[in-house]
């Protein structure tokens, strides 16, 4: 049907989140057609990314410089430590504009059934940053699965030893979330977590 190289651009976009092998050809096609508005640009991009995207050693953000932007903000509160899952969920609570402290992605959450344990996400780095005097809060940002609570659990038992606060996030029914549209679990935990009016 095509040449082996367009073949290995639409395996590697089906490799994408989000995109099975019918989107990953509808947007190889669209890349090729425009190459000179799109191909080139994202070439580019991607060159960028590649060679300039750092781990941040503090927080585990992605950034261009070491410690990220959001570690290296005197701004910004230390003495609250937010936990997440992953970057993007860092991401997603910049974009919401919510949050001014300090935080630390995990790189993933506790699954058995995937086989992974607590020496497979970031918890020593965690503990050692929660330990420092500074630090009076810890969040725990985590999803309201399975896997997210028992991770929250266990770093809440990790961080007794600690002189902090640990606190999570409020679970229940989303803004503009009708009843009818959610399921048993979020509307058992809005009933758990209801307060006065």
């Excluded at 503090?58 to 230390?78: H, K, L």
């Excluded at 029914?173 to 399921?183: A, I, K, Q, T």
């Amino acid at each position: 049907m095509s040449g082996p190289e367009i073949e290995r651009l639409i395996k590697l976009l089906a490799r994408l989140p989000g995109l099975g092998p019918r989107s990953a050809r509808r947007a190889a096609l669209t890349l090729i057609k425009k190459r000179a508005d799109l191909l080139a640009p994202l070439r580019s991009a991607l060159t960028d990314v590649a060679d300039t995207i750092r781990t941040c050693g503090v927080c585990g953000n992605f950034d261009t410089q070491d410690p990220c932007a959001i570690c290296a903000d005197p701004g910004r509160d230390a003495s609250v430590l937010c936990v997440v899952q992953d970057v993007a969920d860092l991401w997603a609570m910049e974009r919401a504009g919510a949050f001014r402290g300090r935080y630390h992605v995990l790189g993933g959450v506790l699954s058995a059934l995937d086989g992974v344990g607590p020496e497979d996400l970031c918890l020593e780095a965690l503990v050692a940053r929660a330990s420092e005097a500074a630090v009076v809060e810890v969040i725990l940002a985590l999803g309201a699965t399975v896997d997210g609570q028992t991770t929250a659990h266990y770093i809440a038992n990790r961080l007794q030893a600690a002189d902090v606060s640990i606190s999570g996030l409020a679970h229940g029914v989303p803004m503009g979330g009708e009843l009818d549209y959610l399921d048993e679990g979020t509307i058992l935990a809005a009933m758990r977590a209801r307060r006065p009016v």
